[in-house]
């Protein structure tokens, strides 16, 4: 009888682990340098035709070992994949990831540690309550009279869900909690007031891309009942920072809960001379937070933060062979309500392991360097006779389009540069037109690529 396959963990699994990641290494490189670009060319069907010739038979009778798996379906994937780190690849907030926390993923995965129960996670559930608190406390550093506290989650949609969530129960005596949100909010806050059988939420005006106050006052004054407000720092389309206290004075005058949706702009906390522009985020009860945009990690590394620690309560939730009360009582940590999930992976090494190696100066230079970026290439096309710049950006995102195209001229731009594999651009409607948006999370950037970019939608602008 032959003998199993060796495992990851133990004193074993580095030697086992050694020869296989030089074949994923290489078979990495490969990939990259057989796609040539920021993604493959030719399209879905063009990549999909090439992805099951690479993979092959999905599930054969008898395998192919180890080192020829890993070689054929990492190339593969390589090869078909759009890289966040090539310079070019900036439609999305999809940061590329630093090699230090993608390290330190390994380690998670080899050690597998599962965050539901101490005796799954001795060391690492030690860990996350380190981390989280001090994240907690980067948040809610002006606030003296509450005792904060974060979760990990999946990333910014589970932490909106959750944030409705605890506004929900928070609210539970007084009726249900009615969601008033922005037409900028990002679209988990809708699905998550759907999801948890919430009344329809309010949608209020967002006529220059941020919440406006008049238009929130007079929503929270028709409105009668328990008020959950959702502000955003960082939307989705074009990077921008709802009024944060003037949102939070509004809430206070009219006995409204505030959650801030700030899964973007959250890394300016590192940041000393951009964290002015997240003024009042500590006066919300919860804050999303998404270290896999301005926090340089493998996805997925989202948080909430919480202002009061009690809200948490709400997710106390009690399973004999997780939590038993004699073993909690026997001092045992209790780890089921710190999630809606059970089983998770230990997302919080790699972040605590960033946050070593860098530091906070160290992770506010990245945050600077590509806020920077963007203001520089922001004022390139304000100086660009053949472009239209929609505005000075707030965090690193850039929205943009040739003069004189039409709507459909520039989503053909678009679709043409990704079908070519030459750049992946985003889009975005604002002020009634589509704009060509450019979200720059690579500080490896540099001003020729940006000029590149340019050059490569001017090419296939239409005369």
């Known amino acids: 009888m032959s003998s199993p396959p060796p495992l990851a963990g133990g004193t074993q699994g580095p030697d086992a682990l050694r020869p296989l990641l030089d074949t994923v290494l290489d078979a990495l490189a490969d990939g990259a340098t057989a796609r040539g670009g920021p993604l493959p060319t030719g399209g879905p069907r063009a990549v999909a035709t090439r992805l099951r010739e690479l993979a092959g038979d999905p599930l054969p009778e008898h395998g192919t070992g180890p080192d020829t798996a890993l070689r054929t379906l990492v190339h593969a994937l390589a090869e078909g994949a759009a890289d966040p780190a090539d310079p070019l690849c900036a439609a999305h907030l999809h940061c590329p990831p630093l090699a230090v926390a993608t390290a330190a993923d390994l380690a998670a995965s080899a050690l597998n540690p599962s965050m539901d129960s101490w005796d799954q996670a001795p060391a690492a559930s030690v860990l996350e309550a380190l981390v989280t608190d001090a994240l907690a406390q980067e948040v809610y550093s002006h606030d003296e009279d509450h005792t904060p506290a974060a979760l990990v989650t999946t990333g910014g949609t589970e932490a909106n869900q959750l944030a409705l969530l605890l506004a929900r129960e928070a609210h539970a005596a007084g009726g249900p909690v009615q969601l008033i949100a922005g037409a900028n909010a990002h679209h988990s806050l809708p699905r998550a007031a759907w999801l948890l059988g919430l009344p329809e939420p309010v949608t209020v005006p967002a006529p220059t891309g941020t919440l406006d106050p008049a238009a929130l006052d007079e929503a929270l004054t028709d409105l009668p009942g328990p008020k959950l407000v959702a502000a955003t720092a960082g939307t989705t389309d074009a990077g921008l920072i709802d009024p944060l206290d003037d949102i939070a004075d509004l809430c206070d005058r009219h006995g409204a ?22 003024t009042g985020l500590h006066r919300a009860a919860t804050v999303t937070l998404d270290l896999h945009k301005l926090g340089w990690q493998p996805v997925a590394a989202g948080l909430i933060a919480v202002r009061d ?17 004699d073993d909690t009582e026997a001092g045992l940590p209790d780890l089921l309500g710190r999630s809606l999930r059970t089983t998770r992976r230990p997302d919080i090494l790699k972040i605590a392991v960033t946050l070593k190696a860098l530091g906070r100066t160290g992770l506010g230079t990245l945050v600077d360097q590509v806020c920077d970026q963007a203001r520089e290439f922001a004022e390139t096309l304000d100086a660009h006779p053949g472009f239209d710049l929609y505005d000075t950006p707030a965090l690193s995102t850039v929205l943009f389009r040739p003069h004189g195209a039409t709507d459909e001229h520039l989503a053909h731009i678009r679709r043409t540069l990704l079908t070519q594999g030459r750049a992946v651009l985003g889009r975005a409607r604002m002020d009634g037109r589509l704009w060509l948006k450019a979200t720059l999370l690579n500080p490896h950037t540099q001003p020729g690529d940006l000029a590149q970019l340019l050059k490569l939608v001017e090419g296939n602008t239409p005369r």
Not at 309 to 325: E, G, I, P, R
């Open 257 to 278: 809960r505030l959650h801030i949706d700030a899964a973007y702009g959250a890394g300016l906390l590192f940041s000393p001379t951009r964290r002015h522009q997240l």
């Open 309 to 325: 620690t009690t809200d948490v309560d709400a997710l106390t939730h009690q399973a004999d062979y997780l939590n038993a009360d």
